[in-house]
């Protein structure tokens, strides 16, 4: 993946989550995560940890949130 895609697809979760569609957002966060941890990117990935907690959080997925977040902060 290409630091430019990692972009789109941040972006295009964090689009998601502001239209209320939260789990494409989790899944646009999580093909993100992927490619920032394939590019070595300690701080996109900790970034998209966090996106993808608040989106589960807004679902009700308490424990996926708790486990995004807890990673973005490691």
């Given at each position: 993946?290409?630091?430019?895609?990692?972009?789109?697809?941040?972006?295009?979760?964090?689009?998601?989550h502001t239209e209320g569609r939260f789990q494409d957002a989790v899944s646009l966060y999580q093909r993100a995560h992927a490619a920032a941890a394939g590019l070595g990117s300690l701080s996109d990935q900790a970034l998209t940890s966090n996106y993808m907690g608040n989106a589960a959080r807004d679902v009700g997925r308490y424990q996926d949130a708790e486990l995004y977040i807890s990673r973005a902060l490691d």
């Open positions: 993946a290409s630091p430019e895609l990692l972009q789109i697809d941040i972006l295009e979760g964090r689009l998601a």
